[in-house]
């Protein structure tokens, strides 16, 4: 049983930079690959961005590219989002995948079995 504990959310301006993390427990990630997805009220949950079990090769969603960038530590079991210049449009709860099943591009929801609760970032004009 894996869990994935996202923390690093809260309220922001638009402009600043927020880090989130995230946290396994229970097995081992690093033979895995994770991601970050994102959902905004009365959307559907969209992918962010996605890094593999080495952390050598990242993939972006169009609408971060340049502005966010993930990293993981496999020693600390951990992936991390750097959210850079944040927008109001990208208030959402982010969480944390693991586990990628499917290798479709870009990578939906349904690609990853393992998945973390979330946590708010909320971005003020």
């Known amino acids: 049983q894996v869990q994935l504990v996202e923390s690093g959310g809260g309220l922001v301006q638009a402009g600043d930079s927020v880090r989130l993390s995230c946290a396994a427990s229970g097995r081992t990630v690093s033979s895995y690959g994770m991601a970050w997805f994102r959902q905004a009220p009365g959307k559907e949950r969209e992918f962010v961005a996605t890094?593999?079990?080495?952390?050598?090769?990242?993939y972006y969603a169009d609408s971060v590219k340049g502005r966010f960038t993930i990293s993981r530590d496999n020693a600390k079991n951990a992936v991390y989002l750097q959210m850079n210049n944040v927008k109001p449009e990208d208030t959402a709860v982010y969480y944390c995948a693991a586990n990628r099943l499917r290798f479709r591009v870009p990578p939906t929801r349904f690609d990853y079995a393992w998945w973390g609760q979330g946590t708010q970032v909320t971005v003020s004009s």
């Open positions: 890094i593999n079990s080495s952390g050598g090769s990242t």
